[in-house]
């Protein structure tokens, strides 16, 4: 069974300090992963992407994630949090094949 | 270079009306998703099309039918809607013939039934 479960359902942060958003998946198979942003009243947007090529994935407006297989994780950072990061974060499962699968979703808040 | 594009954007429909909400990509993905979202649930699937002429039910059908009319176009249809079908709706495509690709997302489309 696949399943992704995001830790944190809010999470707030004064600008300028580090972000952390928090996920674990579950898979039977060596999966794809993708944390995507979606801003008030928008769609979603692909922040990045882990496709085994490296662990360490660096995404778009400075983030990045780690996948480490050991704790099936796949948590997103950035060290400094703007403003403009406020939003709805996912992050998603591709087993294989057709099919995403999507975390609750955790809303950032960052405090000026 | 469109992406996902969805129609209508909003649409306020009375209990029991029917309506159909429209879908098409120009990237010529084989795979299109129709989801919905609600507070706290993040996105739900509701059915998706893995090619062309195949359909195949997601985690919440029910309420729900979909047409691939072609390979761009990916519909999805609410016979008789009912408030609990009251939410944000998004169509997705991906190229799933190529491993580790994503999937793109038209821009929502927001349902209010009464």
């Known amino acids: 069974a696949q399943s992704v479960t995001q830790l944190d359902s809010h999470v707030s942060v004064s600008e300028g300090t580090p972000v952390l958003l928090r996920c674990n998946y579950s898979s039977s198979y060596s999966p794809s992963l993708f944390w995507y942003v979606q801003h008030p009243n928008k769609g979603l947007q692909l922040l990045l992407k882990?496709?085994?090529?490296?662990?360490l994935v660096k995404g778009i407006n400075g983030f990045e994630a780690e996948f480490k297989k050991s704790e099936t994780s796949f948590h997103l950072t950035k060290p400094s949090a703007h403003m403009s990061d406020a939003a709805e974060y996912f992050c998603?499962?591709?087993?294989?094949?057709?099919?995403?699968?999507f975390g609750t979703g955790t809303s950032l808040t960052v405090i000026p | 270079n469109a992406g996902v594009t969805q129609t209508p954007k909003f649409q306020v429909l009375k209990t029991g009306q029917s309506m159909t909400l429209q879908c098409a990509q120009d990237m010529n993905h084989n795979s299109m998703y129709w989801y919905r979202q609600d507070p706290g649930m993040g996105l739900r699937l509701i059915y998706y099309s893995a090619s062309e002429g195949t359909t195949d039910k997601g985690e919440v059908p029910n309420g729900y039918n979909v047409s691939r009319l072609n390979k761009r176009e990916f519909s999805l249809r609410l016979e008789s809607a009912a408030p609990s079908q009251t939410s944000v709706y998004f169509c997705?495509?991906?190229?799933?013939?190529?491993?580790?690709?994503?999937?793109?997302f038209g821009q929502g489309t927001r349902l209010t039934v009464v």
């Open positions: 998603v499962v591709r087993p294989t094949g057709n099919q995403f699968y």
């Open positions: 882990y496709t085994s090529a490296a662990t």
């Open positions: 997705a495509s991906s190229d799933s013939d190529r491993m580790n690709t994503e999937a793109f």
